[in-house]
């Protein structure tokens, strides 16, 4: 596919966007943009401010400042979009992401219903998520003032109060795409016990490298890792080595229904299903997502808890 015919209104032009991001080709994503922008003004009939031309025109300013090596941020935004999220209707707390499929080096199977990808269709994701890799790739430091930015803010010393400790989804999309991105979260949690974090990862074999080269220690007590399902066969190949460091969970696996539905939304007879199928796979300890982070113990939630260590944590896939 040319540059030129590449199409921001379909998941696969997306798709071949970011990896454009990713591969720092910024001043020919710049082009597409250009383009773009041109070609879709903004209707200033619209009744609301923010357009998909205001979004990708966000992005155009991140991207022409990667270039000039001049990124900066205020107040945990850039170009007025928050870094970090506070959560949503079933995500209830702090979390972060970047872009799906192109910076998930463990990816196979898991390409193909992958979850993420439903929100393609949704501008601010879709700019958030470039944005954020973009800041990875260039200026890790300015996430790393965000991140502090977020800690400080009377939302989360109030669950401080609360609680005693922040919980914190390390990519509620994406993953980590290399050992220096690892090792940057990794430093970042330590230097913030107070923080409880946990994420999905199938960058097994960038864990396994990191605890060679820097030892287990260097994983934070604080970080919770779950062994997402999907992973591709390099990958799999490591399951049982990535599964006996203290700080893995478990798996975290996804099982297809009949017909899809929302984990909200299975029955008892559907719930039954999905524990015969985990238990056919090996998994002798098996724990049903119900869909609602944060909700599904009256402890928090099981994919956090050191309490399910060794669980399968099992939902429909969706």
Known sequence: MKYNQMDLRTKEGKIRFASL???R???VAKV???DWLEKNPHDETKKFKTSINDFYGRVWQV?????LKDLAIEKGKIQGMNIFSDGNDKLKFLNYSTFPIVTCPGAGACKSFCYSLNSLRYPGAFSRWL???ILEQEAPELIAEAFRYNLNRPLYKKEIEEKGFITFRLYNDGDFPNIETLNFWMELLKEHP????????KSWGLFIKFVEQFGESAIPESYKLNLSSG???GQELLRKKISSFGFVRGAFIGVPLPKKKNATKINKEEKRYIHKVAKKQGFEKVFICGGLCNSCTKIGHACGLPEFDKYAIVTPIH
């Open 231 to 233: 992973a591709n066969g």
């Open 25 to 27: 080709q910024y001043a």
């Open 21 to 23: 991001v990713t591969r």
């Open 131 to 133: 944005i954020n890799t």
């Open 63 to 67: 991207l022409d400042a990667a270039e």
């Open 194 to 201: 107070e923080v409880k974090a946990y994420g999905y990862s």
């Open 32 to 34: 597409i943009l250009s």
